[in-house]
């Protein structure tokens, strides 16, 4: 039976990075976050943990229901790791995935309420509104299947069709191993993303390959599956037999659950805020975090 993770470092964590070849790892303290650095390179690893190759980097800290200062720390880090990946010119398309009415996987369509978008104001037009400098952006929530019949690597790629994107920076919810995770965990990758993957209804992939251009994916672990919480509740107890005697049962039971913390709500609005700020850093280099939010407000 295998236990679901959307993040890399949940599925590396059993791995000594220091005997394996075709992948790294490299860990470092920022502004008093932990970001972690993974690179995937070989196609044997990628298949081992369950990801594909390519880089992916996760920044923690803690629970955003808990702690919310320093945030002009967190959105800056974030923002240095989403340039790092995001190394192209020419127009970015953000697209926040998710059902803004189910709140924990809320946090795509969340994010695309902060996000600058500029692809409609041309270069004479920067300096007439005394913005110049201002890099293209274009941002959409295509909602999901269930309220518009379309795949949204449809919408998505049709679009794309017209705009022509050099990037294009997808988020959505993800789902964690760990309760401890949800909420407190920024992944950023430059794999793509499976759409509806936090909450357990994956869709087709977003990557380059189907879309035709670099693929950057954000997401925060927002739910963990059910089954992988009995399996994270029964290997820390103590009785070990007496809880695995009850294991039959709780699987069938907990099958198709999937668990949120009672905070979601604050974890949402919160970690949409770091993300959306971080991104809007992140693509407009020649304006402060000051400037940005002044403009999105």
Same mark, same amino acid.
């Not at 022509?164 to 992944?187: C, F, N």
């Not at 999937?258 to 959306?276: F, G, H, K, Q």
């Given at each position: 039976?295998? /236990?679901?993770?959307?993040?890399?470092?949940?599925?590396?964590?059993?791995?000594?990075?220091?005997?394996?070849?075709? +992948?790294?790892?490299?860990?470092?303290?920022?502004?008093?976050?932990?970001?972690?650095?993974?690179?995937?390179?070989?196609?044997?690893? !990628?298949?081992?943990? =369950?990801? &594909?190759?390519?880089?992916?980097?996760?920044?923690?800290?803690?629970?955003?229901?808990?702690?919310?200062?320093?945030?002009?720390?967190?959105?800056?880090?974030?923002?240095?790791?989403?340039?790092?990946?995001?190394?192209?010119?020419?127009?970015? /398309?953000?697209?926040?995935?998710?059902?803004?009415?189910?709140?924990?996987?809320?946090?795509? &369509?969340?994010?695309?309420?902060?996000? /600058? !978008?500029?692809?409609?104001?041309?270069?004479?037009?920067?300096?007439?509104?005394?913005?110049?400098?201002?890099?293209?952006?274009? !941002?959409?929530? &295509?909602?999901?299947?269930? @309220?518009? =019949?379309?795949?949204?690597?449809? +919408?998505?790629?049709?679009?794309?069709?017209?705009?022509?994107?050099?990037?294009?920076?997808?988020?959505?919810?993800?789902?964690?191993?760990?309760?401890?995770?949800?909420?407190?965990?920024? @992944?950023?990758?430059?794999?793509?993303?499976?759409?509806?993957?936090?909450?357990?209804?994956?869709?087709?992939?977003?990557?380059?390959?189907?879309?035709?251009?670099?693929?950057?994916?954000?997401?925060? &672990?927002?739910?963990?599956?059910?089954?992988?919480?009995?399996?994270?509740?029964?290997?820390?107890?103590?009785?070990?037999?007496?809880?695995?005697? /009850?294991?039959?049962?709780?699987?069938?039971?907990?099958?198709?659950?999937?668990?949120?913390?009672?905070?979601?709500?604050?974890?949402?609005?919160?970690?949409?805020?770091?993300?959306?700020?971080?991104?809007?850093? !992140?693509?407009?280099?020649?304006?402060?975090?000051?400037?940005?939010?002044?403009?999105?407000?």
């Amino acid at each position: 039976m295998s /236990f679901r993770t959307d993040l890399a470092l949940e599925s590396t964590d059993k791995l000594d990075f220091s005997s394996l070849q075709g +992948i790294k790892q490299k860990i470092n303290k920022i502004s008093g976050l932990t970001v972690t650095e993974i690179k995937v390179e070989d196609g044997k690893i !990628a298949k081992q943990i =369950g990801k &594909p190759v390519g880089t992916y980097v996760t920044v923690e800290f803690l629970s955003l229901s808990k702690e919310y200062d320093n945030l002009d720390e967190k959105i800056e880090t974030v923002a240095k790791e989403i340039q790092k990946l995001v190394q192209n010119d020419g127009l970015k /398309f953000v697209v926040g995935l998710g059902n803004s009415s189910i709140t924990p996987d809320a946090l795509g &369509p969340k994010v695309i309420e902060s996000i /600058f !978008a500029t692809r409609h104001i041309k270069n004479n037009a920067n300096n007439s509104v005394n913005l110049p400098n201002l890099k293209p952006v274009a !941002a959409l929530a &295509p909602g999901v299947l269930g @309220q518009t =019949g379309i795949e949204v690597s449809e +919408i998505i790629c049709s679009i794309c069709k017209d705009i022509k994107p050099s990037t294009i920076l997808v988020i959505d919810a993800l789902a964690a191993r760990e309760l401890y995770r949800l909420g407190s965990t920024i @992944q950023i990758s430059d794999t793509g993303i499976l759409p509806g993957s936090g909450v357990g209804n994956k869709r087709s992939a977003i990557n380059k390959e189907t879309m035709g251009v670099p693929v950057i994916s954000i997401g925060v &672990p927002t739910v963990v599956d059910g089954l992988t919480l009995v399996k994270s509740i029964t290997d820390n107890h103590e009785n070990i037999e007496k809880i695995n005697n /009850f294991k039959p049962r709780l699987n069938k039971d907990v099958k198709s659950m999937i668990v949120t913390p009672r905070e979601i709500d604050i974890l949402i609005e919160r970690a949409a805020n770091i993300i959306s700020m971080a991104i809007n850093l !992140a693509l407009q280099p020649y304006y402060s975090l000051e400037d940005l939010k002044f403009l999105v407000s």
